[in-house]
């Protein structure tokens, strides 16, 4: 038997999103919750200054997971590149 893991929270608390968003280290979390964000902001359950205060907090630490994530794709690790390209 498989359960799924819901966390979406009820009602949206401003302080408590911003520090989960804050908290959050794993891209895959944060985009879903901005999408969490975006789909209230579209039913209006919340209005603009909350839509645009949780970019502020979501999109800087997408973009630095992302940057991360790009650096550490371009480490050449030991062993898992082409080690002729280097001695040549």
Request: glycine share 4%.
């Amino acid at each position: 038997m498989h359960f799924l893991r819901i966390t979406t929270i009820e009602a949206f608390d401003l302080l408590e999103f911003q520090k989960k968003a804050r908290e959050t280290l794993c891209p895959k979390a944060l985009f879903e919750l901005w999408e969490d964000v975006c789909k209230r902001y579209e039913r209006r359950q919340i209005g603009e200054y909350e839509f645009e205060e949780m970019k502020e907090a979501i999109w800087p630490n997408l973009r630095a997971l992302a940057s991360l994530r790009r650096a550490m794709d371009e480490v050449d690790l030991p062993g898992t590149g082409d080690e002729s390209k280097r001695s040549a």
